[in-house]
């Protein structure tokens, strides 16, 4: 039985050593840290639970093909629950709240009412979304692999798809920003800043159209959770999971992988899949570099998309289970950047996530904020920029929910050296950007010099996700399968 160590246990790493165990092989994987995961993670600070990477899953929904994948390694399966909140995002504006309802016609309607001046862009905006109805990721083969249960893309996905299409030209030239510019209220331009502004406005309307089309749930119990079924999973087919296990590098000869060298030992393999994020991985993994041009490039053609995450825990119940973007009277000041507003997810209603009568809460602050934080840990005031930041937090929490005065328990923040620490990616580094013109880049999944040697994760497609991550693992084993001509299952 030939041997195969993927280095990484992520989603990509799970999906491409489940899949590569069910097809035969014997398949370790080596992970660094204490759990699973990668950065599909959750943790729990004094009793709160903060999710840190599940907000929305596509291909959740059981009518997309990727739910297939989904459930083939065991993330998911028909009996867990999918949560749809009805609202997905609210801002307060002018004394009101202004919402974006997952039905895309109920939120044009509710568009048209607050502001009927903008009915000319409200119907763009609904055709758009509309358009991408039919839109998906395609789940579909390596070209001669010889699979159990082949996967082709059909005629009839691609007539669902030619609206879109016809669409893309004009919105992958627009960012975002300027999309919503087209709108004359201006709570309504904020409200769908959904996706950051020099981000395509094809990632807002495809985006749009998946939480319209019923897909983008939230799996019950979360990142954990979809880790630990893809952990069983990995386990009942027999495959070994290393953890703590830091591989120092890969083991070439003569242009073969022969496996991998640990801090003191050294695992031979047949082949080796690389999950650690790609950037990262390169300059870290490999003795010579790889003379692959995509490889040495990636770092150089790569807008990472970085943030600080931020979790509350909060003795009391607070009223909306989604906390409504609002407008801060003192700005949040931190690593050089200037926050005007804040809102909270509230995952209270969520079992598990806070005690009896509390609150878990968290929020994203997007913006490549690496190089502030490593320059803070250099000169030794790291805690102390978080712990600013944290008051800052804590003083706009509370002067919008009097109630929450004394009564918050724990303030937790992930920066981009934490995503580092944890996972290795380049920077902190969860997905990358498409920005305007930019086309959507997929790169190779093999090393083209050198046998054996395959990579997955969500750097490999833009812009990046779990469901890349997913998918990439799921192409690194048929490409194995193919070295080996080896029926994938």
Same mark, same amino acid.
């Given at each position: ?125 609904? $055709?758009?979304?509309? &358009?991408?109805? /039919?839109?998906?990721?395609?789940? !579909?083969? +390596? #070209?001669? %692999?010889?699979? =159990? @249960? ?81 952990? $069983?999973?990995?386990? &009942?087919?027999? /495959?070994?999971?290393?953890?703590? !296990?830091? +591989? #120092?590098? %890969?083991?070439? =000869? @003569? ?235």
């Amino acid at each position: 039985m030939k041997k195969v160590i993927v280095i990484g246990a992520g989603i990509s790493g799970l999906s491409a050593a489940i899949y590569a165990q069910r097809s035969g092989f014997n398949v370790t994987i080596c992970e660094q840290h204490s759990i699973a995961g990668g950065m599909c993670t959750s943790w729990k600070r004094k009793g709160y639970l903060f999710e840190g990477a599940v907000h929305w899953l596509t291909g959740s929904s059981q009518k997309t093909q990727l739910y297939q994948v989904w459930k083939e390694t065991g993330a998911l399966n028909d009996n867990v629950p999918v949560l749809l909140q009805e609202k997905f995002s609210t801002i307060e504006w002018d004394g009101k709240n202004i919402t974006l309802y997952r039905d895309i016609k109920k939120t044009a309607r509710h568009f048209l009412e607050i502001s009927p001046e903008d009915k000319r862009q409200i119907r763009m905006l609904l $055709k758009d979304v509309e &358009a991408f109805s /039919g839109f998906e990721m395609p789940v !579909t083969d +390596v #070209k001669g %692999v010889t699979a =159990e @249960n082949p996967k082709r893309m059909k005629m009839s996905m691609l007539f669902k798809m030619l609206p879109a299409f016809f669409k893309l030209k004009k919105l992958g030239k627009m960012s975002s920003k300027d999309y919503t510019a087209q709108f004359k209220h201006p709570g309504i331009r904020r409200l769908l800043c959904v996706v950051p502004g020099d981000y395509t406005a094809v990632s807002l309307i495809a985006t749009l159209s998946t939480l319209n089309t019923g897909d983008g749930g939230y799996p019950e119990g979360g990142s954990l959770a979809m880790v630990e079924r893809m952990v $069983k999973t990995f386990y &009942a087919l027999g /495959g070994q999971l290393l953890l703590k !296990t830091k +591989v #120092k590098k %890969v083991r070439i =000869e @003569n242009d073969i992988v022969t496996g991998v060298i640990l801090e003191n030992d050294i695992l031979d393999a047949d082949a080796v899949i690389v999950t650690q994020e790609t950037i990262a991985a390169y300059e870290q993994l490999f003795e010579k570099p790889l003379q692959d041009q995509w490889l040495a490039q990636m770092r150089e053609n790569t807008k990472p998309a970085v943030c600080t995450f931020v979790g509350i825990g909060v003795r009391c119940k607070l009223p909306e289970p989604q906390i409504p973007v609002w407008k801060l009277d003192e700005p949040i000041i931190y690593a050089g950047r200037t926050e005007t507003e804040i809102g909270f997810y509230n995952y209270s209603e969520y079992k598990g996530y806070s005690p009896e009568g509390c609150s878990a809460l968290t929020t994203i602050f997007m913006g490549d904020t690496y190089d502030f934080w490593k320059k803070a840990k250099e000169e030794g005031r790291y805690e102390e920029e978080k712990k600013a930041l944290a008051d800052q937090i804590s003083r706009a929490l509370c002067k919008k929910y009097p109630q929450a005065q004394g009564n918050i328990e724990v303030i937790d923040i992930a920066t981009p050296l934490t995503y580092e620490r944890y996972t290795g990616a380049y920077r902190g580094s969860w997905m990358s950007v498409v920005g305007v013109g930019d086309k959507i880049k997929t790169h190779p999944a093999h090393s083209k010099y050198v046998s054996g040697l395959y990579f997955a994760g969500h750097r490999i497609m833009a812009a990046g996700g779990l469901p890349v991550a997913v998918y990439t693992g799921r192409t690194a084993a048929q490409l194995v399968c193919l070295q080996f001509n080896t029926v994938f299952k």
